[in-house]
């Protein structure tokens, strides 16, 4: 029995991105055109070739309402006049990599043929100089509905508290260490280093990491990454496009999309794992290759421990391994095993929420990383997304199969 | 401990386990049918999908699964303050985040028995748990 793996249709044939910054002053329009027309330049495409476009976290979520979202699709295909024949946008799914996962199902179904997917924060310009707010501490008048009531009454605020949950158990049971966590924080900033749009691109040493003030311990203000403006965009083709293509395609070798156990911050059931153990279970049910082919790890990295539980879930170490796969930074580095974050990730490149780690897989895997790419031509890379309630990962690969 | 408790937005389901701490125990729902424990309340059994799901007191006793001391005030004027997933002696992985109270920081342990205290503000009986005292 055969399953077609339908997203191996598409293939990433643009990327864009904007100005990337603090309080950039751009509105989020702004922001969401300079990412769309460069990544449909970049595929060597005009914006009359566009017929689908897809977004995550679709509109109402802008500055006004704290920067987690900018421009809803009916207002980017409008600023934009595009005619398209399909659209979507949301929250709900595999994280943000749900707007790429809907892009390819548009394409495997014939919907669209070149689908715009976009991510726009303008989370630093809408918290200003007031500091950040906790996911819980808005628009809740009425009371908290859904799972937050049963964290926010609590003071657990932000999904740093959550994380918080994970890491304790991972130092009480595993030996993770806060010197595991900041070889993550520390490898992420080297990799800054060599990254132009970087917001973050001192040296941070161990002494300054571990010199941190506590957000929710153990993990400290390193762990958490940084609110930024900005906007990225891909183009995502069919296959039957590739001989057109600009550059090399990179195409979706496979998606994990899956929820198997309970999709939730703190009803989940096996603490020493979380919720990205289904997707990235799934990712390798679907995949050709295996974690040894993986040549550059893209992972998500809103706080560092998430980055361990990727490692772990997707196999790269064994559950409860990432305090020995960590160990002096070596393998995570741009010449180790699995150089990973290499843009710097969110940490120190700022908080462009799962598309910066997208954007960076592509140009890692087109050879087009600059001072910081992985040598030896990687040929596959793995990308994941999220946490807690809302996870997914894909596998990219250089050149169609 | 907390200088502001947010409320939770009361409906039929979820009720009886915010507000029916009246008798000093937690109601949770809970399935007539098979019996299990039906975390966050729900009308229907997760295990058996019944429909015969209704509050139960619970006993207030469980131990901490893990936990995190929090030192970033995103309630302004709070000061640190343990928050800490608590699995219910009833069932397994029947998890709920809480406070600790009449505790330090310093001084949890993972596994470390605890027992339910509520802290009711307007009406809403919110439970906190505290290091389980030796029982008479
Ligand atoms: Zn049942």
């Known amino acids: ?401 | 401990m907390l200088p502001l408790r947010l409320r939770p937005f009361l409906d039929p389901d979820n009720q009886e386990y915010w507000t029916g701490g009246g008798d000093g125990r937690l109601h949770m729902h809970h399935c007539g049918d098979c019996g299990w424990w039906v975390h966050p309340a729900a009308p229907r059994c997760r295990r058996c999908r019944g429909a015969n799901v209704s509050p139960e007191a619970v006993s207030g006793r469980g131990r901490v699964a893990t936990f995190t001391v929090n030192h970033k005030a995103w309630i302004p004027g709070s000061e640190p303050y343990i928050i800490a997933l608590v699995e219910l002696n009833e069932q397994a992985g029947l998890f709920l985040t809480t406070n600790l109270v009449g505790i330090d920081g310093d001084d949890v342990i993972l596994g470390m028995e605890v027992e339910l205290v509520f802290e009711i503000v307007d009406g809403i009986y919110y439970p906190l748990f505290r290091p389980r005292q030796e029982s008479p």
């Open chain 1, 1 to 401: 029995m055969t399953t077609r793996i339908g997203e191996r249709l598409s293939y990433i044939s643009g990327i864009g991105q904007s100005v990337v910054g603090r309080r950039t002053g751009l509105s989020e329009m702004e922001l969401t055109m300079q990412s769309v027309q460069a990544a449909i330049a970049d595929a060597g495409l005009q914006p009359d070739d566009i017929d689908g476009l897809s977004t995550y976290p679709g509109g109402g979520r802008g500055t006004a309402s704290g920067g987690f979202g900018g421009p809803g699709p009916n207002d980017v295909i409008d600023a934009l006049g595009l005619s398209v024949d399909w659209y979507s946008g949301g929250l709900d799914g595999a994280a943000q990599l749900q707007a790429v996962v809907n892009a390819c199902m548009a394409i495997a179904t014939g919907l669209s043929r070149h689908v715009l997917v976009y991510r726009t924060v303008t989370e630093s310009s809408a918290q200003g100089s007031g500091g950040r707010a906790g996911i819980g501490s808005s628009g809740m008048g009425r009371g908290v509905p859904g799972p937050f009531q049963y964290l926010v009454p609590f003071g657990a605020m932000s999904a740093v508290d959550w994380l918080a949950y994970s890491a304790q158990y991972h130092f009480h049971h595993f030996g993770l260490t806060r010197e595991s966590l900041g070889q993550i924080a520390m490898s992420n900033r080297r990799h800054a280093a060599l990254n132009p749009k970087a917001l973050l691109r001192e040296p941070m040493t161990l002494d300054d990491y571990l010199g941190a003030r506590m957000i929710a311990e153990p993990l400290c203000l390193y762990d958490c990454d940084l609110p930024c403006d900005g906007s990225t965009a891909l183009v995502v083709s069919h296959t039957d496009t590739a001989s057109d293509a600009a550059h090399v395609p990179v195409q979706i070798h496979a998606v994990g999309t899956a929820v198997r156990g309970r999709p939730s911050w703190d009803q989940w059931e096996d603490l020493a794992t979380f919720p990205g153990r289904d997707p990235a279970a799934h990712l390798w049910e679907r995949a050709d290759l295996t974690p040894a082919d993986v040549d550059v790890a893209q992972l998500y990295d809103g706080f560092s421990m998430i980055t361990v539980l990727w490692l772990e879930a997707l196999g790269f170490c064994p559950t409860g391994g990432a305090a020995s796969f960590l160990e002096g930074g070596s393998r995570i580095a741009l010449d180790g095993e699995l150089p990973l974050n290499t843009s710097g990730g969110q940490l120190s490149a700022g908080r462009l929420h799962g598309f910066g780690l997208i954007h960076e897989a592509v140009l890692q895997l087109r050879g087009d990383g600059g001072d910081r790419q992985v040598g030896g031509r990687p040929e596959v890379a793995v990308v994941a997304n999220g946490a807690g309630s809302t996870v997914g990962c894909m596998l990219l690969t250089r050149g169609l199969a």
